[in-house]
């Protein structure tokens, strides 16, 4: 979590009112990246098991073409996002794993696509079977893009035990700098809407509602439009704070149900996806495109001209930094994804994976680097926690590590916002301790 400056408004139901910056990039229309001479594909690009390599070193591969399988179920995919020969595979910086194994490709700059997911179905959309939607989903290699990458086409598996009332799509985009959502609805509308109507097929549902923050009036003006002949498709707008674009908190503004402790959004009778990833649905079933590239926010005082991106993945950030420009001054932080929940990087040889939302630069001036105090119990945590949490408690137990008792004070119930990091005045990072407490409630072993 990078600490904003500026002045927050609290708003007494939940979330604060931040510095956006996201003038920045939310005016231009997206570019397209350049491909480089090479790409670094991520084995690992989704939450689950990751994938193993299926080619081999000196092996030609076409863009499209499946390169990385798992045998797990919570699992997805992984495709070639060029054509080109297999030249090794290599460990590289990854943004959650630390390192991670990736597949090297000699991009030979024909573009050759794999016709494997053409072959698969009949290309008549509407008579496709809700089974056969959930199988395009899966062999294209769709995952969430709101930034947790669960593999698509099990939520939806899931969704076939239980009646859905509602898809949602997240269109809040509340992290401050990030804008890609924000243009991908106003100039890719028609792909989110179709996406939504598959989404809605396939897990047998009959409402759908497009949330966005009153940030974006464009893209609201835009997706009504589209949707105005539509009875079953609604486009909500909320008020712009932060954490409002949350999936919790998503759904208790749509519908007005909340999420119990311990429980998720299918167990109240509601999916959601983000509307990139509607979009990634789409393409796979009317184009059979698996999901190869992203639109990427490159951004921060520290790149010369903030942009976003239509990139391929396994394009280093490296690349794209110099595409903007290159940096501005001495860099004080790079961030993949957001400020308030991206991880920060010691490199930018890092390649663009599935879930790669934005590169975040932020010059050494603008870090705030103070060490942390003693708490103050001023509560200021526990105002702002959209959780209804006390945070300084939670982190009591883990530094304690009390990891039972955390539990039973929330621990697993965190978001992970980094709201009450950012208004600490004793500058306790209070979001990465609990990040690590989750950590080790994970990493023991299976009863």
Request: hydrophobic share 35%.
């Amino acid at each position: 979590m990078t600490h904003l400056g500026g002045s927050e408004i609290m708003d007494k139901s939940y979330g604060v009112h931040l510095p956006g910056f996201k003038e920045l990039t939310s005016k231009d229309e997206i570019k397209i990246a350049k491909v480089p001479d090479k790409v670094y594909i991520p084995l690992s690009q989704h939450l689950g098991a990751p994938t193993e390599p299926i080619v081999e070193i000196g092996e030609r591969v076409k863009m499209g073409q499946k390169i990385g399988a798992s045998k797990g179920f919570i699992s997805s995919p992984v495709h070639s996002s060029v054509s080109g020969t297999v030249t090794g595979i290599v460990k590289m910086a990854h943004p959650n794993l630390g390192y991670a194994d990736n597949i090297v490709i000699e991009n030979d700059g024909l573009d050759e696509r794999d016709t494997a997911l053409k072959e698969m179905y009949h290309m008549n959309f509407d008579k496709l079977t809700a089974e056969e939607l959930r199988h395009i989903v899966s062999e294209a290699g769709v995952v969430g893009l709101g930034g947790a990458t669960f593999p698509t086409h099990v939520k939806y598996m899931s969704a076939g035990t239980s009646r859905v009332e509602y898809v949602i799509l997240n269109g809040g985009e509340c992290e401050p700098y990030l804008t890609s959502d924000h243009r991908r609805m106003v100039e890719n509308a028609g792909l989110i809407i179709k996406g939504l109507k598959y989404i809605m097929k396939t897990v047998g549902c009959e409402k759908g509602i497009i949330g966005i923050e009153d940030n974006k009036p464009d893209a609201i003006k835009i997706l009504r439009q589209e949707t105005a002949h539509l009875k079953n498709i609604e486009v909500k707008e909320f008020p712009a704070k932060y954490p409002a674009g949350s999936e919790k908190q998503l759904i208790y503004t749509c519908i007005g149900k909340e999420v119990p402790s311990g429980k998720l959004p299918l167990d109240i009778g509601v999916i959601v996806n983000n509307v990139r990833t509607a979009i990634a649905v789409t393409e796979a079933i009317e184009f059979r495109e698996p999901l190869i590239e992203r639109v990427v926010t490159v951004t921060g005082k520290g790149i010369k001209h903030p942009a976003n991106y239509l990139v391929r993945v396994g394009v280093l950030l490296s690349d794209l930094i110099e595409e903007s420009g290159g940096y501005t001054g001495e860099v004080g932080k790079l961030v993949i994804g957001g400020p308030m929940m991206g991880k920060t990087l010691f490199t930018d040889q890092v390649p663009v994976n599935k879930g790669t939302s934005g590169a975040l630069v932020l010059l050494k001036d603008e870090i705030v680097t103070e060490r942390e105090r003693t708490c103050v119990r001023c509560a200021k945590c526990v105002d702002q926690c959209p959780m209804f949490l006390e945070p300084t408690t939670i982190v009591q137990r883990v530094k304690a590590s009390e990891i039972d008792d955390a539990l039973e004070v929330g621990l697993m119930d965190c978001i992970e916002c980094g709201l009450c990091s950012y208004g600490c005045p004793a500058r306790i990072p209070l979001t990465q301790y609990i990040r690590e407490g989750k950590q080790v409630f994970r990493a023991r072993p299976k009863k």
